[in-house]
């Protein structure tokens, strides 16, 4: 994307869109609601960004470069890698924390791959690490899709300093062994749960309890991963289960996004920011929209954030009813990611 005209900001005027994509753009990877068509009203002909946007997932499971590279090619438009915020996108802010420590990930995708490419340098996916133990997952020979070769590691592993859940589980049995197994013994599986060990930090990308893919009714999410772990773990362990939620509709996630659209709107589309008397601004939108289709995530979050977000809900994934939700009213409902966009071109003037 290159840059526009003028460096002087008209501050009344501006806006930005944040798109979730699960129920919203896509089911699966097929788009819905016209989202093709409604996303290239927001370029120029020449195909240079008109209106910053970006996409506000809890999804993720691959680095962002790649989830921009699929997602332009499904939608037909340039997306770049800063337009794309996934749940896992803010594990960065921990990287001081973590940065040489040994960690674990987890979740579809490849965990390990997303976090090395944040910097983290001491990584191993949950699968990989449950290979280092002989016996760890007494079901596995069931399992067809866990015949790849073992690693024959015969030294035990560094004490695991953090656990990371940065999408859906995809083996959620072995998962909730592996990580009791590290939670409860301060992060050295195999010997007696350590009553008095240190739990490890546990983080989780989101906490989406369903949400919507190609099934016609919604499917558990991490946030059904989250109950399940957490249960089992209390039980066996007799006290609760510490961890640390990230995603929507945590405020600093609609923070971020008001962040990332200054910067696209900056770099994209309007100049420096530069102010009517040759200021650098603080600028400011006057209304940020955010296009969801789930209540308790994306319109919550869109309503804690408070201003400049305006919510905007489709019936097209979790939420299908006529009425506005009644516990997390959006400021509009509407049919479809389109007729979202339309609304806002027609707003925006
Ligand atoms: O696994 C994806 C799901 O948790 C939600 O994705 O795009 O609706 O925020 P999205
Ligand atoms: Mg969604």
Redesign the pocket.
Known sequence: LTCCTSSVIDRTTSFGIAF?????VLRGKIPIGNSAKALKRLYHDSGTLKIPFLFL???GGIPESRRAFDLSEILGIRILPSQIVQGHSSFRSLLARYENDFIVATGKGEPSVVMSEYGFKNVVSLEEYASYFDHIDPVAQYKSWTTKDKKAYDVAPDRVKAAFVISDPVDWGRDIQVLCDILTSGGLPGGEIQENEHQPPLYFAAD?LE??ASFPSERLGIGAFRIALESIFTRIHHKPLESTVFGKPKPFVFKNAEVILRQLWESSCHGSAVDEDGDFSTRSFKTLYMI???PS??IKGAQQAGHPWFSILTRT??FRQRENHAEYPADLVVDTVEEAVQFILEREG
């Open positions: 979730d994509i699960d129920g919203v997932t809890n999804g989406d949400y919507q969801g289709d789930n995530v994306d994934g979790v």
